[in-house]
């Protein structure tokens, strides 16, 4: 699971997508940040999804890996100790879901390794499917292109577009962006999260997270 951005949903569609592969799932998050924060992101996942959820470093400060690390003097792992340790616990569950740290490029390190460097690794011997989850209003068809771009240069290609925080009524540019997304990235839209469904109770978000997904 990646972005096109940050707060544009990915960790409510992270859990979303967690209810949909059913028993079994683990959701990792490599590097928590935030984690001093009163709901980090991994904390959501678990309380929505209801799944267990795995985290590899946790930097108490709401900042992307890298500069979280930097700012406290902490050594983050290589992306390749995180994508073995990914590795190491596919071996065992039905199905791994990866929340990366805002978009493609963000560094998981302090040696410079990305979220797609780290997707890049997996896919050298697993069956990896990046989704890639996106706003709809203005702009959003700038972001989403190039996230498509920067994946499919490292021979990724995104499995589809999840829209985050999707209000009940469009604006204008919302409307045409739901045509012009796929057309213009050549990656189909393959869910759409309401706006709110973060604040949903547990039950209530499981129940209805199923239908918001077509992955």
Do not use: Y
């Amino acid at each position: 699971m990646t972005g096109t951005g940050t707060g544009i949903g990915k960790t409510v569609a992270t859990a979303a997508l967690a209810v949909r592969a059913g028993p079994g799932v683990l959701a990792v998050k490599p590097v928590q940040t935030g984690a001093a924060t009163d709901r980090p992101d991994g904390a959501v996942v678990r309380d929505l999804a209801g799944c267990e959820v795995a985290e590899f470093a946790r930097l108490d400060d709401p900042l992307a890996p890298d500069a979280a690390a930097r700012l406290r003097g902490v050594a983050l792992p290589p992306v390749r100790e995180h994508a073995d340790r990914i590795r190491d616990l596919a071996r065992t569950r039905a199905e791994v879901l990866v929340e990366g740290a805002g978009g493609v490029l963000v560094r998981l390190d302090t040696a410079g390794g990305t979220v797609l460097d780290l997707a890049a690794d997996l896919a050298r011997d697993h069956e990896l499917r990046v989704v890639v989850v996106t706003a709809l209003g203005l702009g959003t068809l700038n972001h989403t292109e190039l996230t498509a771009a920067a994946l499919r240069a490292r021979g990724l290609e995104p499995a589809g577009l999840v829209l985050g925080s999707v209000p009940g009524e469009l604006d204008l540019a919302s409307r045409c962006n739901l045509d012009d997304l796929p057309r213009a990235t050549g990656v189909p839209i393959a869910g759409a999260i309401p706006a709110g469904a973060g604040a949903l109770e547990p039950e209530v978000f499981r129940t209805r997270a199923p239908s918001w997904l077509a992955l």
